[in-house]
């Protein structure tokens, strides 16, 4: 019975240091590009160790979800979800501790690696069946899951997304450590914000600022047609896994054709981000500075949202996450993205400035409500329902 015991303990440290080996790799190469034989390798064993555990690459997430990310992960939400609930924000401190130091550098796991998780398992079903039933359980054990709606669901669906996106953007320009994003005011706004689960009297009716998305022209047939074909593609794979000639067979050219227009795969890449995110920054910008000196900032922020999580901008949505999980680990993509949001952030904190004294979002809260939407995405992964939830329950502006 005791070498029994040993033996077991044994392998439960075997699997930790195997788990926290696959958590740095996603942090250092990503879920794309993790070798199996290399993550043995870091952890001081032989691939055998791995092949043991793991029957493959999705396998080996899922033991760091589960070892790693999701302990670090779970204690996050839970203080977050247990905070808006009980609306005492007394563990607020311990929030932002937790968040600081999971966001940092060198620190393994992270929280931006457990975004990159949740968005890798939209496209692998294994990785997704875990990743959906540890995070919709959590939320279902606390009356918020995707069964339900309301006010207070809305609360944790707004704090959780906040965290969300400012994790992931935050780990893609961690070089910047300047322009970081500090969601801790946004999400105490939340822990405060529901007085009673009492719905609007406001009817929904028609959206008063919405426009479809709208795909940016080159004004050149051939290069439209690879540009769109990419963001297909790219949205559905990821950036590290969309091949030229997939691209190529959507676009309805030959792979000759874009080696014609492109040097190579990355260079079609850059050209993509060039014509896709500065339109989108843009009409960020414009819509969230419209919210600043809203009279009626929650109705503003409601059309955005809405907007934001139609089936409009469902392709949109996706191929923006793969695009700044790609920047984790592409330092010309994270360098291309980082211009184009520093130049946002700019407009936006002089937008900012403007806010009247007390208004809920503010140059204080600005940046981190942008993020939340981001993080809606993120979210939607695990929990499409969100999807139709009733943003003018926005938790705030009471």
């Avoid at 043995?40 to 080996?60: K, P, T, W």
């Avoid at 204690?75 to 979800?81: G, K, M, Q, V, Y």
């Avoid at 479809?212 to 540009?227: E, G, H, M, N």
Wanted: glycine fraction near 6%; include cysteine; proline fraction near 5%.
């Amino acid at each position: 019975m005791v070498i029994a015991t040993k033996q077991s303990e044994k392998s439960r440290q075997t699997d930790r240091k195997v788990a926290h080996s696959a958590a740095s790799a996603v942090r250092t190469v990503g879920v794309d590009q993790m070798a199996l034989t290399r993550v043995a390798a870091d952890a001081g064993f032989s691939s055998g160790a791995i092949y043991a555990r793991c029957d493959d690459r999705s396998e080996l997430v899922v033991m760091a979800w589960e070892k790693s990310f999701w302990p670090m992960l779970s204690e996050i939400i839970t203080l977050l979800a247990d905070a808006v609930i009980s609306k005492d924000n007394s563990s607020m401190s311990r929030i932002a501790e937790l968040f600081i130091r999971s966001t940092d550098p060198g620190i393994v796991p992270d929280l931006g690696s457990a975004m990159e998780v949740i968005i890798a398992s939209r496209r692998d079903e294994t990785i997704g069946e875990v990743v959906q039933r540890d995070i919709n359980g959590l939320l279902d054990d606390r009356g918020v899951g995707p069964a339900t709606d309301g006010a207070l669901r809305q609360s944790v669906v707004s704090a959780i997304s906040t965290l969300f996106g400012a994790s992931l953007l935050n780990s893609a320009y961690v070089d910047n450590k300047h322009n970081m994003i500090d969601p801790t005011a946004l999400i105490e706004v939340f822990t405060r914000s529901v007085q009673s689960p009492v719905k609007p009297a406001k009817s929904a009716g028609v959206l008063r600022h919405t426009a479809p998305y709208q795909f940016p022209t080159t004004y050149d047939d051939v290069r439209d047609a690879l540009i769109a074909a990419s963001e297909y593609v790219i949205s559905r794979t990821g950036v590290h896994r969309a091949t030229v000639s997939r691209i190529a067979r959507r676009a309805g050219v030959s792979v000759g054709a874009i080696y014609g227009l492109y040097e190579n795969k990355d260079a079609l890449v850059a050209d993509c981000l060039e014509v896709l995110f500065p339109p989108q920054s843009r009409r960020d910008v414009e819509e969230w500075s419209r919210v600043f000196t809203a009279t009626d900032q929650r109705a503003v922020v409601t059309d955005i949202l809405a907007n934001y999580m139609s089936p409009s901008f469902a392709q949109w949505r996706t191929f923006r996450l793969e695009s700044i999980v790609a920047a984790r680990h592409s330092p010309d993509i994270a360098s291309q993205l980082a211009a184009y949001t520093f130049a946002a952030r700019r407009s936006l904190m002089a937008a900012a400035v403007k806010a009247p004294p007390g208004a809920t979002i503010s140059p204080d809260t600005g940046l981190s409500a942008r993020a939340s939407v981001l993080g809606l995405s993120i979210l939607e992964i695990v929990d499409p329902t969100i999807c139709q939830l009733d943003w003018r329950w926005i938790p705030f502006g009471r």
